[in-house]
T-cell receptor, first 112, second 113 residues
């Protein structure tokens, strides 16, 4: 089955810096890669996603890149703000199965 | 618009007791899921359901039972709770099989003493 590895487990940056979180997946059939943000005491919430036919996707300060050959994808957050502090999860899905496999999460701390 | 709600939000129980965590969604989503979240493991799928009366095991189903008699409800039962089941449990739903977008509840924190 699919296995998703996520690094780093914790990331501390200064406000205004960029943050990058990386994930690798094992199943070459996976074709949908979402990122979820979990704020303290809340459930995860989808922030951006990418499909395997696209190499990069942007939404304001966040972007996701996908390298199918290397089977890795990354989340990029530019101009970080304190409200970006949260746990971020990557995930991979083969859309033939309604199951997501999540990475282990990255705790991002943005200091003012 | 309540969305997806879980109850109880917090529960303390003892080893061997039966515990049921409730999940209710108001969107009429076909797909519903139960995950557990543990440090170092991220989110792991316990059970999922594609429709009423259709359920299937996820990655870590042992010790758990689910049912789905109505589309909007998906309760999770721990038949005989163990300390290893101390965790935060998240229910989620999805209306679209293809995108895989999940809508999560706020979680139920369960402590088994």
């Amino acid at each position: 089955g699919e296995n998703v590895e996520q690094h780093p487990s914790t990331l501390s940056v200064q406000e205004g810096d960029s943050a990058v979180i990386k994930c690798t997946y094992s199943d070459s059939a996976s074709n949908y890669f979402p990122w979820y943000k979990q704020e303290l005491g809340k459930g995860p919430q989808l922030i951006i996603d990418i499909r395997s036919n696209v190499g990069e996707k942007k939404d304001q300060r966040i972007a996701v890149t996908l390298n199918k050959t290397a089977k890795h994808f990354s989340l990029h957050i530019t101009e970080t703000q304190p409200e970006d502090s949260a746990v971020y999860f990557c995930a991979a899905l083969n859309t033939g199965f309604q199951k997501l496999v999540f990475g282990t999460g990255t705790r991002l701390l943005v200091s003012p | 618009d309540a969305g997806i709600t879980q109850s109880p939000r917090y529960k303390i129980t003892e080893t061997g007791r039966q515990v049921t965590l409730m999940c209710h969604q108001t969107w009429s989503h076909s797909y519903m899921f139960w995950y557990r979240q543990d440090l170092g493991h991220g989110l792991r799928l316990i059970y999922y359901s594609a429709a009423a009366d259709i359920t299937d095991k996820g990655e870590v189903p042992d010790g758990y039972v689910v049912s789905r008699s109505k589309t909007e409800n998906f309760p999770l039962t721990l038949e005989s709770a163990t300390r290893s089941q101390t965790s935060v449990y998240f229910c989620a739903s999805s209306g679209d099989r293809n995108t895989g977008e999940l809508f999560f509840g706020e979680g139920s924190r369960l402590t088994v003493l």
